[in-house]
């Protein structure tokens, strides 16, 4: 299996807090890892830090081999991976549509009317909200309109920080079941969650990231059965 | 009366050029450049030397001189003054800009003196027109004219250009923004050359109207466009338009029918009581946010 991305001995810092100490993992082609860990890990630091928004001070971020340390934070979504943020941070006073255009701002125009059909198949209810700004959409919908946004990019690699946050259950398995579909259709996924249960039992393989280390790693099962896991994450 | 209305949304029509400039930078950089009024006033001295004896270039020239000295003087106080701080406190930013003000309005005592020079009148040749027997002066119709013109433009690009949407964008949250491949330097450095460009418009003919330049030209006007941009809503561009336009008449009306003397007092005042029932300005923003 080709790796997607790789990172080494991240350390990031938010002046002089270390926020992350000398975190590695790796993410294959086709695969959806999950970052699990408790609030404060580190798990949006670590997915900012991929996504450019942050800079590591020390460590190494290969995307399809290529390091993208020295790229402009702008620039990395034009390398081919898209962060969908935690807290969705659509663009409020935008409408849909304008939402979404904005995810294909590096993508030439021609093609962004094909791309804009897909995420609508994937998200019908965007389709009928085109026109209304992001700002009125419903927390649900808000989600669905920044997983979409990602998208409008075409990523290979796609980064989700905590999806599920404040869904009711049955949006939840909605946009699981829509994360594995993007997964099936090709896309390569890293998704960051708090809710473990629901992550693990779609993960193929799994970090588990504690005070901005990683002190675990398997696969989704394996780390579904730990008992370490179960005590901390999964409520006993 | 109408006259006086005219007079009013003329002067209002100047004072939304400037606040378009204070708006927009505003809604991208959250900061409020005080040193904008300054400006005004440097691109009023380019005119007024493009126009001398010496260079003698035609009104339209020294117009458009006078935008290109500005749009880089805008781009080069961002960069310089205010890109370094881009992570610091409002506090800072805030002294910074009105130092930045300072730093303008004696630089041009140093090169140009604290004498008024009298700007040459660009419309020596238009003849005021009569409307339902108003008398109305060319730089009063040209001043109403541009507002609008402007004011569609800057409409149609943050609507209709993607450039003009990833600005919005970038106002609303710059971190998101970047994520989408905004470049945010270049969106903010754009800002500012547009408030800028307008900037000079707005000197050329504020210049026009009340023909003495000083090195202090800019400055009531640029607190006065200021009000009208927190007026009409800061970070809502037809709040500017609004708002400018609304101080305008107000002023002039004040001045004309309750006293000149008291005119400025009046216009800050119901700027104070439009604030008291509606703290965001008239179209200030009123959305919020869902968790
Ligand atoms: N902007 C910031 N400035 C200073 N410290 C920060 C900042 N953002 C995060 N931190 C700190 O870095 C650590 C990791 O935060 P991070 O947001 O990555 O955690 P997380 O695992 O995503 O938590 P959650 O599940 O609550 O989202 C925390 O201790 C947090 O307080
Ligand atoms: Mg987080």
Redesign the interface.
């Known amino acids: 299996m080709k790796t997607v991305l790789k990172c080494e001995n991240l350390h990031v810092y938010y002046g002089s807090i270390h926020a992350i100490k000398g975190v590695s993992f790796e993410v294959g082609e086709g695969e959806i890892v999950t970052l699990i860990g408790a609030n404060g890990a580190g798990k949006s630091t670590t997915l900012n830090t991929v996504g450019g928004l942050l800079k590591p001070r020390e460590g190494s971020i290969e995307f399809e081999g290529k390091s993208i340390l020295g790229v402009a934070p702008h620039k990395v979504v034009s390398e081919g991976m898209a962060l969908c943020p935690e807290g969705r941070r659509v663009f409020a006073q935008l409408s849909v549509k304008e939402n979404l255009e904005m995810g294909a701002y590096t993508r030439p125009a021609s093609e962004i009317p094909e791309t804009l059909e897909m995420v609508y198949e994937h998200f019908p209810r965007l389709k009928e909200r085109q026109g209304q700004m992001a700002g009125t959409l419903s927390g649900g919908e808000q989600q669905m309109l920044a997983m979409g946004r990602a998208l409008m990019s075409k990523p290979r690699l796609m980064m989700l920080d905590e999806p599920s946050m404040g869904l009711a259950p049955i949006l939840v398995d909605q946009i699981f079941e829509i994360i594995e579909a993007l997964n099936k259709a090709g896309t390569t996924i890293l998704l960051v969650e708090q809710n473990a249960q629901m992550a693990l039992s779609i993960a193929d393989r799994a970090y588990v990231l504690e005070t901005g280390r990683i002190v675990n790693s398997g696969t989704g099962k394996d780390l579904l059965n730990d008992d370490s896991v179960k005590k901390a994450y999964l409520g006993g | 009366m109408l006259v006086h209305l005219i007079n009013g949304i003329s002067l209002g029509s100047i004072y939304a050029i400037i606040a378009l400039g204070y708006t927009m930078v505003y809604g991208i950089a959250k900061m409020l450049n005080f040193a904008h009024g300054d400006v005004i006033m440097i691109g009023g001295y380019v005119a007024f030397f493009a126009m001398s004896e010496g260079a003698g270039l035609p009104a339209p020239l020294a117009l458009l001189l006078a935008i290109i000295v500005c749009t880089i003087l805008g781009i080069t106080i961002e960069r310089l003054a205010y890109k370094p701080l881009r992570s610091a406190t409002s506090l800072a930013v805030l002294i910074t800009a009105i130092g930045m003000s300072y730093f303008l309005q004696n630089s041009a005592l140093l090169l140009w003196g604290a004498n008024p020079k009298a700007f040459p009148d660009m419309f020596k040749n238009a003849e005021a027109i009569e409307f339902f027997g108003a008398k109305i002066s060319p730089v009063a119709l040209v001043a109403i004219f541009a507002n609008i013109v402007i004011m569609v433009i800057l409409t149609l690009f943050t609507t209709r250009t ?1 450039v003009g ?2 600005m ?2 970038v106002s ?2 710059k ?10 330097n270049f969106t903010i450095s754009l800002t500012f050359a547009i408030g800028s460009g307008l900037a000079a418009v707005a000197g050329v003919l504020l210049c026009s109207a009340y023909p003495t330049l000083m090195p202090t030209t800019g400055s009531l006007p640029g607190i006065k466009a200021f009000t009208a941009a927190v007026f009409g809503g800061i970070g809502s561009i037809p709040g500017a338009m609004i708002g400018g336009i609304l101080l305008g008449v107000i002023e002039i009306l004040a001045r004309a029918y309750i006293s000149s003397e008291l005119a400025d007092a009046i216009v800050f005042g119901v700027l104070i009581v439009v604030l008291i029932f509606r703290p965001t300005g008239l179209l200030g ?1 009123q ?5």
């Open positions: 993607k949407k990833a919005r964008a609303e949250d971190g998101a923004a970047t994520l989408m491949g905004i470049n945010v923003k959305i919020h946010e869902k968790v």
